[in-house]
């Protein structure tokens, strides 16, 4: 059973909806409500809100993380 599972993140990719929120998550940038400050600055001209993060993106880490709910987790079993 655990063999069969397959991350729900997986078939977003798959589909081509993952893409389209990130296209969702980067207009919402250009007014940014993308948390609830709403400061509503447009990153991509260089104007910084509250968290003073710009419009580039950064992963900070990745790594396996297995402490998650299991839809995040996905299939442990080859690890
Ligand atoms: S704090 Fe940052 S992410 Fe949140 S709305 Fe302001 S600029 Fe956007």
Redesign the pocket.
Known sequence: MLAEFEPVYLKLHQTGALKKRARKLYE??HD??????????N?FAG???????PAELRVSSYNPHFGEARPLVGDVSHQ
Do not use: N
């Not at 940014?32 to 600055?41: A, D, G, I, M, S």
């Not at 104007?47 to 993060?53: K, P, S, T």
């Open positions: 919402l940038m940014c409500v993308f948390c609830p400050r709403l400061c509503r600055v990153r104007a910084i809100g509250i968290c003073q993060a």
